[in-house]
């Protein structure tokens, strides 16, 4: 069992930057790919970002990339997600998600994949 905490979202004007983290306990971090997902009131939930194992591969939604930043600290047991260059499109609430993988380079973008989730943060970006 793999326990996931986020960090409290907040409030940012568009253009703005906020960084999320997730804390994980219960199990070997370092096993798990780790990815951020979002959902949008009214919307389908949909991928964000992942990051390998060990941090070497990440993956980003084409909507965040160049904008979002994906990392993790395995001594921490704590994935991190910089967001910058806000805008009102991001504003959803923002779960992290812990999925097993035996591969070092993988990296999911499906929710099935994923075998742990946080409970979620609000992230709301005004105009």
């Known amino acids: 069992q793999v326990q996931l905490v986020e960090s409290r979202g907040g409030l940012v004007q568009t253009g703005g930057s906020l960084r999320l983290s997730c804390a994980a306990s219960?199990?070997?971090?370092?096993?798990?790919?780790m990815a951020w997902f979002r959902q949008a009131s009214g919307k389908e939930r949909e991928f964000v970002a992942a990051?390998?194992?060990?941090?070497?591969?990440?993956n980003y939604a084409d909507s965040v990339k160049g904008r979002f930043t994906i990392s993790r600290d395995n001594a921490k047991n704590t994935a991190y997600l910089q967001m910058s260059s806000l805008k009102p499109d991001d504003t959803a609430v923002y779960s992290c998600?812990?999925?097993?993988?035996?591969?070092?380079?993988?990296?999911?973008?499906?929710?099935?994949?994923?075998?742990?989730w946080g409970q979620g943060t609000q992230v709301t970006v005004s105009s």
């Open positions: 990051i390998s194992r060990s941090g070497g591969i990440t």
């Open positions: 219960g199990r070997t971090f370092s096993n798990y790919v």
């Open positions: 998600a812990a999925g097993r993988s035996v591969v070092s380079t993988a990296v999911y973008v499906t929710p099935s994949q994923y075998d742990y």
